[in-house]
């Protein structure tokens, strides 16, 4: 095939975590620009998916595989928002009022379209206290979710409402300047409220029983097996731009076995250890790409000497992020003195994690 093999990578301990690529490997062939004749994608991962369920999910394996199989409001590229099913976006003069037109041409897997009843449904169920969703929190700031969320007052009094089939109006309580790369997280994507009524407590357990409207179908899951495949979704309204026709999943939870694989031509993309990352790192065509993500380590607040803020702000002092980036995690992590990974977003022209810095219980031993 002609498409580039990758090398990945994943860094953890404080450190932000970052991916790693590679073109081809030492036993195949140089690659070149056109493409294949056949587009398929062999996929290496490292877990499993936990559910399908997008105002449910709870970490970024399954999130993945959604962001792929679904489509929401809008698409995230390099940290700008596209517009994905939302074509026209208004904003109030207040910043606290954002109606959106969406587009009458995206369906889902099932047959039925995609409105705007399918986002206020959808949004109803991910911040219900009943369904305890581990993304409820990304609602703050939008009418009421606070309040809903701690159980004050009933989901259906959030702040968003369907006029017609293909506006959404969304009400916030205070101006919320990356709204739109907000709405391009899978916690905020619709929901076919017949499918996810008709499969009840199934619904987003297999593949058969969800339903999809992105520009791929998740095929073959059925809710405990390590193996599953995207296909081109053929009533995608942007299919003339996904390429790939199919991309084949194997979860390989011994990064040795995938790397194996990998070697072996048999996929075409794994995830290294940190140890691996650090003895390939001269392979030919190895590439560094950062992840939005960080790492950290967490006291368990029941022990009496952790209650005490003075010791974990010690203990803090004392950590060697250089050190523990370089020779513990590997693979290009760097060192983190506060929440937010470099690079992650902008704000007017200073980057945001300048911002958040914070110098309390990090500088002794950090920069």
């Known amino acids: 095939m002609s498409l580039k093999k990758l090398l990945m990578t994943s860094s953890t301990l404080l450190v932000a975590t970052l991916t790693l690529s590679a073109c081809g490997n030492s036993n ?17 991962l490292k877990s499993e998916i936990a559910t399908l369920d997008s ?5 970024n394996g ?7 199989a679904m489509e929401g409001l809008f698409r995230i590229k390099n940290n700008h928002a596209e517009p994905g099913l939302a074509t026209k976006t208004k904003v109030s003069k207040d910043g606290l009022t954002y109606t959106m037109t969406l587009r009458k041409n995206a369906k889902w897997s099932n047959g039925d379209p995609v409105t705007a009843h399918d986002f206020v449904y959808a949004w109803h169920r991910a911040v219900d206290p009943k369904n305890a969703a581990p993304g409820s929190y990304l609602y703050s700031g939008i009418k009421n979710a606070d309040a809903i969320i701690a159980g004050k007052m009933a989901p259906d009094t959030l702040g968003v409402k369907a006029n017609g089939d293909y506006e959404l109006v969304v009400q916030l309580e205070q101006q919320t300047p990356y709204f739109k790369l907000l709405m391009g997280d899978i916690r905020f994507f619709p929901q076919d409220q017949k499918a996810v009524e008709k499969y009840g407590a199934k619904y987003g357990a297999s593949a058969k029983t969800t339903v999809f409207n992105g520009p791929f179908l998740l095929e073959g899951w ?8 995207f296909v081109k979704n053929k009533d995608y309204w942007d299919k003339k731009h996904v390429k790939m026709e199919t991309v084949n999943f194997k979860v390989n939870k011994s990064t040795t076995t995938a790397y194996n694989l990998y070697q072996a031509n048999k996929v075409d993309f794994t995830t290294l250890s940190a140890e691996q990352a650090k003895e390939l790192a001269k392979t030919p065509g190895y590439k560094v790409l950062q992840e939005a993500r960080t790492t950290y380590m967490e006291y368990n607040l029941e022990k009496k000497e952790f209650k005490n803020k003075k010791i974990r702000q010690a203990l803090s002092y004392a950590i060697d992020r250089k050190y523990l980036a370089k020779n513990v995690a590997g693979g290009g992590a760097v060192p ?16 945001f994690s300048e911002l958040a810095a914070t110098k309390v219980g990090v500088t002794y031993r950090s920069l």
């Open 336 to 351: 983190l003195t506060n929440f937010v990974p470099k690079d992650l977003a902008k704000f007017k022209g200073k980057d």
């Open 222 to 229: 059925t809710g405990s097996n390590l193996n599953w495949k």
């Open 55 to 59: 105002a449910l999910v709870p970490e």
């Open 28 to 44: 195949s062939k140089q690659t070149t620009n056109k493409p294949a004749a056949k587009q398929v994608l062999n996929w290496s």
């Open 62 to 68: 399954s999130a993945n595989m959604i962001n792929n």
